[in-house]
């Protein structure tokens, strides 16, 4: 059952984290998303998911994905998009 009182991302809205940086951490750490997910202890498809930016990592398990890959939740949290300057480049 869902607890009415959690709040969900509205679908489309940016993720918090970037789904690449997590595989790389993930890759350069030498261990597969089911070794990540059991460690972490969620389950193998949400690791599938937040890899391809399918669903959100919670900021409760981008800091255990941080802590187990050996990086900053800085380094894993989704960088700001740039303001558009409103000037078509030439």
């Not at 970037?18 to 193998?44: M, N, W, Y």
């Not at 599938?48 to 800085?74: V, W």
Request: proline share 9%.
């Amino acid at each position: 059952m869902i607890d009415p009182r959690r709040k969900r991302r509205p679908w489309g809205a940016p993720l918090d984290h970037d789904p690449e940086a997590v595989r790389i951490a993930r890759e350069e750490r030498g261990l597969t998303k089911r070794a990540v997910a059991h460690q972490c202890g969620f389950s193998e498809q949400l690791m599938c998911d937040i890899e391809a930016g399918r669903r959100n990592a919670t900021p409760q398990k981008l800091a255990m994905l941080a802590f187990l890959l050996g990086r900053s939740e800085a380094d894993l949290r989704a960088k700001p998009e740039p303001e558009p300057t409103g000037r078509a480049e030439q």
